[in-house]
């Protein structure tokens, strides 16, 4: 999927706010990208927009093979993990399922297949306040992967997660992509997440957000924070991030 010379303004009162300034993007099939920018930059937005829940003012969403496709292949987690505190874990996993028309059997069977992998054995029926953090976040992210589409949107997944829990999610969300084999669009403020996570990362300005940088990424997995190729790419992308928050 890609976005093409996507712009997005608001209006605040009398006042129109641009957000977005033709703004472009590809996910490849089975690529994981990232997009990463100055705080209120509208990475969101543009997240939104890719999901279908916004419309943009101009540009396009190119969706599937040759821009056909639809966005029904598409699944989007916002930053928070939205559970449902009537529902247990398993549950929860099986909402988007559920929404999508299959069977409530065939959805649970499915969900309890993954509850091993997704490091959450034994808290099927456990109800969201009896969940940490981290549990929280894996249920809403097998809640994503359960909709079966083959391209994720993800939202700050990992952001509500202290440093070392997030550290290990990043490992683990790694491994479930490579096995699971979709393709996955990463809004984060963490750059080292996007390093370790990512084949490319964009780069956005300050608002109005455009692209001022396309990295690519194509040393192996998995990566680690204190490698020469790591630091360096770290260093790179906080120098411009820091210059682009500067610009007024």
């Given at each position: 999927m890609a976005a093409v010379g996507v712009s997005k303004s608001f209006l605040r009162g009398r006042r129109t706010i641009p957000v977005l300034d033709a703004v472009s993007i590809e996910v490849p099939s089975g690529g994981w990208v990232s997009v990463i920018g100055p705080s209120g930059c509208g990475k969101t937005t543009l997240l939104r927009i890719m999901a279908g829940l916004v419309v943009p003012d101009g540009g396009r969403i190119l969706v599937g093979a040759g821009g056909a496709g639809d966005r029904e292949g598409m699944a989007y987690m916002p930053q928070s993990d939205t559970l449902l505190p009537w529902r247990t874990a398993l549950d929860n996993a099986v909402l988007g399922p559920e929404?999508?028309?299959?069977?409530?059997?065939?959805?649970?069977?499915?969900?309890?297949?993954?509850?091993?992998?997704?490091?959450?054995?034994?808290?099927?029926?456990?109800y969201p306040h009896q969940?940490?953090?981290?549990?929280?976040?894996?249920?809403?992210?097998?809640?994503?992967?359960?909709?079966?589409?083959?391209?994720?949107?993800?939202?700050?997944?990992?952001?509500?997660?202290?440093?070392?829990?997030?550290?290990?999610?990043?490992?683990?969300?790694?491994?479930?992509?490579?096995?699971?084999?979709?393709?996955?669009?990463?809004?984060?403020?963490?750059?080292?997440?996007?390093?370790?996570?990512?084949?490319?990362?964009?780069?956005?300005?300050?608002?109005?957000?455009?692209?001022?940088?396309?990295?690519?990424?194509?040393?192996?997995?998995?990566?680690?924070?204190?490698?020469?190729?790591?630091?360096?790419?770290?260093?790179?992308?906080?120098?411009?991030?820091?210059?682009?928050?500067?610009?007024?």
């Amino acid at each position: 999927m890609a976005a093409v010379g996507v712009s997005k303004s608001f209006l605040r009162g009398r006042r129109t706010i641009p957000v977005l300034d033709a703004v472009s993007i590809e996910v490849p099939s089975g690529g994981w990208v990232s997009v990463i920018g100055p705080s209120g930059c509208g990475k969101t937005t543009l997240l939104r927009i890719m999901a279908g829940l916004v419309v943009p003012d101009g540009g396009r969403i190119l969706v599937g093979a040759g821009g056909a496709g639809d966005r029904e292949g598409m699944a989007y987690m916002p930053q928070s993990d939205t559970l449902l505190p009537w529902r247990t874990a398993l549950d929860n996993a099986v909402l988007g399922p559920e929404v999508d028309g299959r069977p409530r059997g065939k959805a649970q069977e499915e969900a309890r297949a993954l509850f091993d992998r997704f490091g959450l054995s034994g808290s099927e029926h456990l109800y969201p306040h009896q969940l940490s953090g981290g549990m929280r976040q894996r249920v809403a992210l097998m809640r994503t992967f359960l909709c079966q589409r083959e391209v994720l949107l993800l939202d700050e997944p990992l952001g509500s997660l202290d440093a070392l829990t997030r550290a290990t999610m990043q490992g683990w969300l790694c491994s479930v992509w490579q096995e699971l084999g979709h393709s996955v669009l990463l809004v984060t403020h963490d750059i080292e997440e996007a390093i370790i996570l990512s084949d490319r990362l964009y780069l956005l300005s300050a608002g109005p957000a455009r692209v001022v940088s396309e990295l690519g990424l194509d040393w192996p997995r998995p990566r680690l924070r204190n490698t020469g190729a790591t630091v360096q790419m770290k260093a790179r992308i906080l120098d411009q991030l820091c210059a682009e928050a500067s610009h007024p």
